[in-house]
């Protein structure tokens, strides 16, 4: 089925979950309810009319290389000149460079539709976004004159580039090499792997954020600097000059992702070295690179939704259409469509309920951070910088796992035809099975949670947002409505799980470490689900007020997580209790044989 943009969901999370008011966070003026709904409705339009008919095609057509240049699939140029054209690049980015300065909740809800239509696609805007967030921060300002106006614009892409043949996760031995050279300029030299849209022919120039070391550089990550790179040096008057010493040595041949050309990319492959310009300060590159990675771990948790939601369409429309056997009880001669069958009904119950949840989370922390960048006092700030930092490897994690998890369960409603990739079915699971890799692997962002957001506030964070999931909880319960059937009952048993657990975290993470760490994927999955039935619950209690049939199924989706879902949250606590033993005293041989 074709692509269609969940814009009343999208609307209906972002005034409810993410609390979005026009005047929160825009500096460049209210964005009223009106305005908002015509911009999501227009990016929906963007999103199925062009890029959502360019997914197959893209998936089974790929990016090639050829002699070291790139071509993207049949019609991406297009799409792209068309993406760029409609200034859906600009949308969140500072006015001083041309941007729009829209809020983050609502360049996540459009980053959202890119990435359900095409997911491949949407990764080069994604990349992009995060370089310019990048280079704001860190950058000098002759660097943000020259290069921001036409990221800004989408006149040019940018990329990440991290991960060596070496060095994955830890970028502590990263080698690339950064010489001192004339006029404040250094030289790389090394090699890059897994690099997004490292090389294209949608742009004329292609903007690389580099780490690499100095020769003198302390050892670790203390020693790591970050360079601006451009695919084309750019003279003084703007234009394009020669060609830099990069080259993209391949592709990468994947699972998913097809039309998204992942590289190999060389520095310095021709004697004399990539010409680079410094980003932030010598051996503080991880400092700013981390701006780029923080977004972009948002940005791939709003993957996830992406790809859950379109695989949920794509599931919902097929088991409407399939007959098979006959409902117990169904009076009607013949098959019924399979949507009618029990198990069928709770799996897309599952699927939609799961969504909602991640997209909830997700927005949630997108509105943290306009709160960050925009709240009145400086306290309110650091405390929405803070929330955000907390809330995102929940965000990042919980909400790729679910994209995997929901596009599995795709495939399982379209039964035998799911398994074959002309269904379509698969290619969302292929798609979204990068998801809890890349930006940082889910266990890193579950050690991230325990290791470094717990602690933050002395605690008090985690504190603060255990007693607003209390709060709604007991808010539910009093309205006593039989819609909500015992939503407030099992909701409150999960949020009294999530809190013996981080008491039990906190204690562990002093004192036995290892079993903190052996506990942190689950205690990750733990808070996800009391955060993703929180922020439904709160939706729900405001669909109560509101009315009407999508306020109707929101309060049903919320009651169905809440007694279908989160009620795995006691046995999760337990694992991340009790469970450490079992992981730390199994020999070797019984993990490694």
């Not at 097929?318 to 013949?334: D, H, W």
């Not at 562990?508 to 993703?532: C, D, I, K, S």
């Not at 606590?573 to 469970?579: D, F, R």
């Amino acid at each position: 089925m074709s692509y269609e943009a969940p814009v009343d969901d999208i609307l209906f999370a972002l005034k409810t979950v993410a609390d979005y008011s026009g005047d929160m966070a825009n500096p460049a003026g209210s964005l009223d309810e009106d305005t908002l709904r015509a911009v999501l409705e227009e990016a929906g339009k963007f999103a199925a009319e062009e890029l959502a008919p360019l997914n197959k095609a893209g998936d089974r057509t790929p990016a090639r290389w050829t002699d070291g240049r790139v071509t993207t699939p049949p019609g991406w140029k297009a799409a792209y000149e068309a993406f760029r054209n409609a200034g859906w690049s600009a949308l969140p980015c500072p006015e001083a460079y041309g941007g729009q300065a829209l809020p983050e909740t609502v360049a996540m809800a459009v980053c959202e539709m890119w990435n359900a239509a095409n997911l491949a696609f949407g990764l080069c805007p994604l990349l992009t976004q995060g370089a310019i967030d990048a280079l704001h921060a860190g950058g000098s300002d002759a660097l943000k004159e020259r290069y921001l106006p036409r990221m800004v614009s989408g006149e040019w892409t940018g990329t990440m580039n991290l991960t060596e043949p070496h060095a994955g996760s830890d970028l502590s031995v990263i080698k690339s090499r950064a010489d001192r050279a004339e006029g404040g300029t250094y030289r790389l030299f090394g090699t890059k792997i897994f690099i997004t849209y490292g090389d294209h022919d949608l742009t004329d120039n292609i903007v690389h954020l580099v780490l690499a070391r100095l020769p003198d550089a302390p050892e670790g990550t203390r020693g790591i600097s970050l360079f601006l790179v451009p695919k084309r040096l750019v003279n003084d008057d703007g234009t394009l000059g020669d060609e830099n010493d990069v080259v993209c040595a391949g592709l990468e041949h994947k699972l998913g992702i097809h039309g998204s050309p992942t590289a190999v990319m060389k520095f310095g492959e021709k004697g004399g070295g990539a010409v680079g310009y410094l980003v932030g300060e010598e051996n503080r590159g991880l400092n700013t690179m981390f701006v780029m990675m923080n977004a972009a771990r948002l940005a791939v948790g709003i993957q996830g939704v992406a790809v859950a939601d379109r695989a949920t369409q794509h599931a919902v429309s097929y088991a409407k259409e399939r007959r098979q056997g006959r409902a117990l009880g169904s009076r009607s001669p013949g098959m019924v469509p399979i949507a009618e069958h029990p198990d069928i009904r709770r799996t897309l119950l599952t699927m939609k309920a799961l969504t909602r949840a991640a997209r909830s989370i997700c927005y949630a922390t997108a509105a943290e951070i306009d709160r960050a960048r925009h709240a009145e006092t400086e306290a309110e700030r650091r405390t929405a910088s803070d929330r955000a930092a907390l809330l995102t490897p929940i965000a990042k994690a919980f909400s790729t796992d679910i994209g995997c998890e929901v596009a599995s369960m795709g495939i399982q409603v379209h039964g035998g035809m799911g398994f074959i990739e002309e269904t379509g079915a698969a290619q969302f699971y292929r798609d979204a099975r990068i998801l809890p890799i890349y930006e940082g692997t889910n266990g890193i962002q579950a050690i991230d949670l325990v290791m470094r957001k717990l602690p933050l506030a002395g605690g008090q964070l985690a504190k603060d947002m255990l007693e607003e999931f209390e709060t709604v909880t007991r808010r539910v319960k009093a309205v006593n409505r039989l819609e909500l059937g015992r939503m407030g009952q099992r909701l409150a048993s999960t949020v009294v799980a999530l809190a013996e657990a981080t008491l039990w975290m906190a204690d562990a993470v002093e004192h036995t470490p290892n079993l903190a760490l052996a506990g942190a994927t689950p205690y990750l999955r733990l808070f996800g689900l009391a955060a993703g039935g929180h922020y439904l619950a709160k939706g729900a209690l405001a669909g109560l007020q509101e009315g009407g049939p999508h306020a109707m199924e929101s309060i049903a989706l919320a009651r169905f997580f809440a007694e279908n879902i989160s009620a795995a949250g006691p046995g999760l606590a337990a694992i991340v209790t009790s469970g450490g033993p079992a992981v730390m005293e199994a020999l070797p041989e019984t993990t490694l044989a």
